[in-house]
């Protein structure tokens, strides 16, 4: 049974599908602060937030037991993702579920500060009657910059056109097939500032955003620019925007997100000139139904290991297909874990070679099994697929891809050498019929062996009498064989012995088949 917490709220929507999962039971305790969530989360496998909860390196640390962190909406400025992977918890968030509520709410703030709605309401409230105070500026005509144009810039990219805006859009990390395909042109940051009437944010937080409005980005633009934010407060240096406000500069701003949340002491709040909403970007009734359903299906699925999509920190993608790719994962980390059973030296590189259409494009989520199964004996506390390439990074270990590894000739076929100072070893492996997991190449050995269970790997010279002397020992001490392969170059030289067994031998069985004479290595591997 898993156990998710809900530390903010969450739609009703939301709530009503957790009630229908039977190996889910959830707690819902908003407004905690980070002493109570501490002490709150040490038994719970997964945490759904908003962006009230703070999830920092603390949260993370007493989190014993956390698998997963779940945002309903987009971004996870509120969580140490960082750490979160370092721990082998997946971060994950729901980009889609609000795109079109806060396309929409950028829409109203541009109409809104555009054509003085809030405070002329407010003047008729008063009894005024002062149209001629409130004349307004038309989209019609004007030119548009969107800077960030992910999924939100580009909806809002269509509702703009809709009213006879021209548009300029802004995005280091998007493609020219975009561009042709919006029929919305890409430009440098340095060409839009100054050529816009109305700037509109939409890029996620990140070193190189933070700030990207700032006093330098405003004396780029033309004057009266009106700036628009329903995106992140910190994409904006809030007091060099209310300096350009008050002078003048910027005409108008209408700002929904600000750096700190409710805002404290913020330089914007009062001025004239700024219209002001409480972060509704994802406040439709239709957004906070979506985004509910969706993080509580990809939480659940997640839990299960069905599918890891909207994975932040995962090293491959890992979507709707993900069932797919897990027996090949699976077979990789079990060739990891091969490779660590067999090894009494410290691996230096991993290269690995993937051939096959089924696996071709699979190299990233392979490479993260190995790396899995490879560190599984040796690392304490959790360790997946989110971490292990962080920790083998951190222990010197070097993981590329080949294509010129001496392999047998199979379809889908993973191969992994594994090097240290002075020697290396190669491991191949398939899926026959697609889930039957097979070794078929050891070093320079073609085998067909099955890698599960108690698995005795043995080199002797090729002579008479061996097999004999193994059995003989191993029956001794009543010790099962469930299959035996054998694989050789050419006769009287060297042979490899892959034999499954039914229990653990004990210290004696392997000390006595160590003095075999024609015995040269032997290694007992529990998979």
């Not at 999830?55 to 037991?65: C, F, K, P, R, S």
């Not at 909406?73 to 750490?83: K, M, R």
């Not at 914007?268 to 970007?281: A, F, M």
């Not at 690392?379 to 590329?400: D, S």
């Amino acid at each position: 049974m898993f156990r998710i917490l809900i530390s903010d709220k969450l739609g009703a929507a939301g709530l009503e599908l957790l009630k229908q999962i039977p190996d889910v039971t959830y707690d819902m305790k908003t407004g905690m602060s980070k002493e109570e969530l501490i002490a709150t989360i040490p038994p719970y496998d997964a945490l759904i937030i908003r962006s009230d909860t703070k999830v920092d390196a603390d949260v993370l640390a007493a989190a014993t037991n956390l698998k997963l962190v779940g945002r309903a909406g987009i971004g996870v400025d509120n969580v140490d993702v960082q750490t979160a992977t370092m721990r082998g918890v997946i971060v994950m968030n729901t980009p889609t579920a609000n795109n079109i509520a806060t396309a929409e709410q950028t829409m109203a703030l541009m109409l809104a500060v555009s054509r003085h709605t809030a405070v002329a309401h407010a003047s008729v409230l008063a009894g005024e009657w002062q149209r001629s105070k409130f004349v307004g500026t038309q989209l019609y005509g004007k030119t548009l910059g969107i800077i960030g144009f992910g999924r939100i810039g580009r909806l809002v990219a269509q509702r703009a056109r809709a009213f006879g805006m021209e548009i300029l859009a802004y995005d280091p990390y998007v493609s020219e097939e975009v561009a042709r395909e919006t029929a919305v042109p890409l430009v440098d940051l340095e060409e839009l500032l100054p050529a816009c009437d109305y700037i509109t944010l939409h890029t996620a937080i990140s070193p190189e955003t933070t700030r990207i409005i700032n006093a330098q980005t405003i004396a780029q633009m033309k004057d009266d620019v009106i700036i628009i934010n329903a995106a992140r407060g910190k994409l904006i240096d809030e007091f060099a925007l209310a300096e350009a406000l008050q002078s003048g500069k910027v005409k108008a701003a209408a700002i929904d997100v600000y750096s700190v949340e409710p805002p404290q002491d913020n330089p914007l709040i009062g001025l004239p000139n700024v219209l002001h909403t409480p972060h509704l970007g994802a406040s439709s009734e239709e957004a906070q139904r979506n985004v509910a359903i969706e993080i509580v299906q990809q939480v659940v699925d997640a839990l299960r290991g069905h599918d890891f999509r909207n994975a932040l920190n995962m090293p491959f993608q890992a979507g709707p297909g993900f069932n797919t790719i897990r027996p090949y994962m699976d077979l990789a980390e079990t060739i990891g874990k091969l490779h660590a059973g067999l090894d009494g030296h410290t691996i230096r590189q991993v290269e690995v070679q993937v051939k096959g259409d089924a696996v071709e494009k699979l190299v990233r989520a392979i490479a993260a099994a190995l790396l899995k199964g490879m560190l599984h004996a040796s690392v304490e506390g959790p360790l997946n697929y989110i971490n292990a390439p962080v920790i083998a990074q951190q222990r010197g270990i070097v993981i590329t891809q080949t294509t010129h590894l001496e392999a047998v000739d199979y379809a889908n076929l993973i191969t992994c050498r594994v090097s240290w100072e002075g020697g290396s070893r190669l491991l191949a492996g398939v899926l026959f019929g697609g889930n039957e997991p097979r070794i078929v190449q050891y070093d320079n050995y073609k085998i067909d062996a099955r890698p599960e269970g108690v698995v005795l790997v043995m080199q002797n010279r090729d002579v008479p009498g061996v097999i004999g002397q193994i059995g003989t020992i191993l029956a001794a001490y009543n010790v099962n064989i469930g299959e035996w392969r054998m694989g050789r170059n050419k006769p009287g030289e060297e042979a490899l012995s892959f034999i499954n067994l039914d229990s653990v031998p004990p210290d004696v069985v392997l000390d006595a088949l160590s003095k075999i004479k024609a015995v040269t290595q032997q290694k007992l591997v529990i998979l």
